[in-house]
């Protein structure tokens, strides 16, 4: 109940700070005799790397996972799974000079608040490098769902203010960006070197995808799938929005409008999302994340100090313009998460259901 | 973990069907001593009475709350108080026609697939009556709230495409829709009349304002205050999106727009929603709920029956046009759930902290 | 979290107060198309009926169990299960005289310590009434047991300091002790009239010995299937102690006369009281319950009141000489709900195992 | 819920197999701006060292611990603590002979049974040095309990059927079997070169004591103080039987002889050991747990392997005679985890209470 622990049966613990000495997630719950290997965890984190895309930071990040237990002879065996990251290459000097100052935007003042005390070292807890823990959950999630042929896709709806055209879902692995519209991948580009050129960051929404999800998966009344979803999501540092099927547009329709008819081979329409009464109804599970710009910027702002004295702050190096799109794999991974866990749930009830559609 | 209870330390079990003998919830972990009566719950779920504005159905609730235990001589005395409605004067013969039949935008599908079973009676436990449980939840929640100073507020932004455009909060209570804009209520009210007209349903938007929050609320990195929040309006049947702060607006912002400045006197201006990092910096928390149009509609629906044959589905009755303004008791009642718990979780914790914005 | 609720997938919320309005309890996690009716649960409510045996009180109770929720046709729906039983009769006068008063071996002084308030009526919550919420959920715990040929039987095999020399397991029905040896039956009756003389009270100790239960139940390492029974049972007012298989035995043992050896049949001994490394083995599993004398009794006890001034107690009125054999079926209900719970959670992982023996 | 987490508020989560990488411990919920160095949980692990006592094993373990997260400029800073153990000089060879066979006693047949996959390299996961992960975070427990002046302290009470007569708290430093008769602990030590001698191994008791616990610890019904105790000791591997108080002896106790009286300073005796109700009462509390042999014995042993075909099995090299008294800080670590927990939970809960006794 501590904070730092998500899912019920399936149920991961993610540990350490941007610039302590480790990082890592303690998976329980993970089924047996299910083949994982450091490969298949370290493809994932790879793809988070940074210098994907132009928005993204030139740093160079060199995690190395490994698996510390729970698995044997290159089967898991049950017991938990713990993944550990070690950080290199930290250095910490340049967030002495700040170390007093709340940085607008960022969690420096709220942690202060609550903790009396934090790690002011890149954002200590709060850094999006936390995700390290659970993109490397997510990985061993995404195998166990792809077993069951459920397959899950995050890709860039809008970025700086530009929305996409088309879905061309091959397009996704061909731009930096994972845009599904070439030509929108174009201007969003654009809109990054913009923002870059001013020392400024961009925001943008990112869509989830689920494909082979079976009807039944979700746990009413209160762990609704899409609660979970929703969750799962706001949980990620700079998601400031969720929405399930046509979400927000959803409150403009009619309900003639957004009833989805059901025709003799299932739902002729998915305003839905894939989710009813908080159950999956085998359909596309479709999700948004509205993901606001990166608070670090490069211009002079203006905030405060531990004694509210008044500070002109102007952070020096570089950062990422976007957390998208490496915070697409962050969302694929909690959903993931949320996935797995809701289906292990539906295997211990394991009705004779009604699954026609 | 079995889907029916909510909170960590302060814990809410609901249960019961539309049709069914009764409906109740049991609420653990409320804090001992607290001035309570039937009364100050009656009065909460007396808000939520149809006939509350012209979208709202003429059909009569008499929902009488009875306080079964957890109360002593006005008291609560720290056990679990269980609240109990007994449903009356139900006539279910209507559903008998239809119970074999999926309605669209309903949970009849997803419940037959997930459990092998269901009550079609009225919707059985996806009903929307099955919230009358979180908002005597609630009641409890609001009053140890107001103890502390902290004040929750549901109101109307946007109904059937017509939003507000300005926010005089003394309005909310003057109007049937809890809209904070006299113009705009009037406005909604002629959707209102155009939908039922039609035999249609209408969706909108209800934003929730917590004042008086302090700082130091929310446990990151999974149960972030934004995280348990989104859960908990998430999990109403009729809502599809939550967002808090600038929410969807702040991804077509830029950084320098989105960061929110901090002075001398605290934060000056609000799109964080009062949220940091998951945990309250003491601005007012502001989130909205995108409610969908009510899916019983006075129309004929395309769909199947358990055979998966097709059928031409028209439910004769009056019904609702809209969830809005009766469910945003139900979002008060399950944000001041969320408060009150994560209030707990940090008495716990309880530091020294700096506290000062 | 909040103290009133457990189990995981097969969740119980007990509430109620000795002489309050109700007592009841919400069955959360409870696998769909289950047949159910309140007589199945009526039923088990009536073996732990006062009047059961000479030490028991002659007071009246009618306890008449109505399911709210949750059952559909007489089947269960999946859906949140809600037990009630009003209390009828209640005559909480003669709890007046002593409302300031702790009562040596009772909660009194503690719940007072730890609320600041107490219904001080019949304990209140701290009553062994509470435990009709578990029987009934007990009840329907067996159902589920019963239907994958699990059984649970609890008797008694000490009682004021008489043990069993045989068990021969048909006479526990035929004798009010609920006990397997006739002749030590008799004897224990003796010691309940001698201790009913002198105005005092008895213990002893129940066994609980659960049959046809699969290997494999049992989530290490915490909630090892013998650490979660133990809790379950040690969770019960009266209950000072819990053992499996050889328990305090197996402090004297060697290893070589603890372990049990393993032929092709299985294993030739239970010492180990069908649990091996907190997972179940697939032999009958074992356990005792140490049952602490009644503190009720009818002698002059020394004490004091809220203030600390010493206070010379006697209570008048007619009471239970011993919690056995009443808290026998309030033992099978607990190793019930705890063997469904660790039942679902092991088809959620669903091995294709080794079940060999 | 997937077993391996244990506390509410005060959670520790272990990982790790007896002949893996590494092993661990994450805590979640640790209250900020508490020193901790890795020197603090060094000592406790040094004090489980083999070595200590002539009943334990001659092997050499290098146990380092390293804090990974959690910690900043050597005070907690609330978030999660990660704690590591590198498994050096690993030698798992020996294993390989039997891997294929069930060692009596052991969990080599219910791993099997459940997960149908195990680590059979020195018990895997079942092994008692999983154990080291619960130690280390007993540790912190441990400090936490001291700044509010509770201290816990365990012995040993018997062992190989040797009881105690006195009790000299000095004593138990004093003597590598922790126990607080010097006398016994000679005897004790002959029992040991006794079994010894004969390659078989003993079993014993070991009595937890905690004092300054202050009342109103614990949260009913279910989540009793002794309830949780119960679990924590009964989810230590060798542990077959757990008391509190009296314990099996208050079953043969009068109501009149069993009751604590109360006088104007308290409690007159204390054979409820410290927990009324559930709840602790501000005396000391005082527990058992029954600690049987350690199964692996220098013997030959009758068994079976998959097949289920007989195994005659005699397993070479040394052992451990017995796991007292290494396993008393195991039982102090779980002891201080469940009363960090429970002061915790009571913190939230925050009564203005009548705590004169």
Known sequence: MAGNSFGTLFRITT?????????????????????????????ELDRRKPGQGKGSSP????????????????????????LFIRNVDVDSSSYEEWKEVFRPGQADFTYQAKYGIRDYRGGGRASARETVGRVAAGAIAKRILGKEKMEILAYTVELGGIGIEKKDYREI????????????????????????????TIGGIVEILVRGCPPGLGEPVFDKLEADLAKGLMSIGAVRGVEVGAGFGAARMSGSQCNDPIGPKGFEKNDAGGILGGISNGADIVLRAAVKPIPSIGLVQKTADRAMRPVSLWI???????????????CEAMVAVVLVDHWLRQKALNPKADRKI
Do not use: Y
């Not at 540990?15 to 302590?20: A, D, L, V």
């Not at 698996?67 to 938990?80: D, N, R, Y």
């Not at 969003?188 to 923002?195: D, G, H, Q, R, V």
């Not at 020096?316 to 962050?330: L, T, Y």
């Open 316 to 330: 020096k190096g570089r950062h990422d313009i976007s957390a998208i799109p490496r915070i697409n794999s962050v």
């Open 59 to 82: 740093r160079k990040e060199r995690d190395r996972v490994e698996i510390l237990s729970g698995v044997f002879e290159g089967k898991t065996t049950g017991t938990p799974i713990s």
């Open 173 to 200: 692995e061909r731009n930096g960006l994972r845009c599904p519209d070439r030509k929108a991948a174009a201007a969003m580009e654009k809109k990054i070197a913009e923002a870059k050129a001013k020392g400024d």
């Open 15 to 43: 540990w350490g700070e941007s610039h302590g000495k480790a990082l890592g997630v303690v998976i329980d719950g993970c089924p047996p005799r299910i083949d994982l290997s450091s490969k298949d965890i370290q493809k």
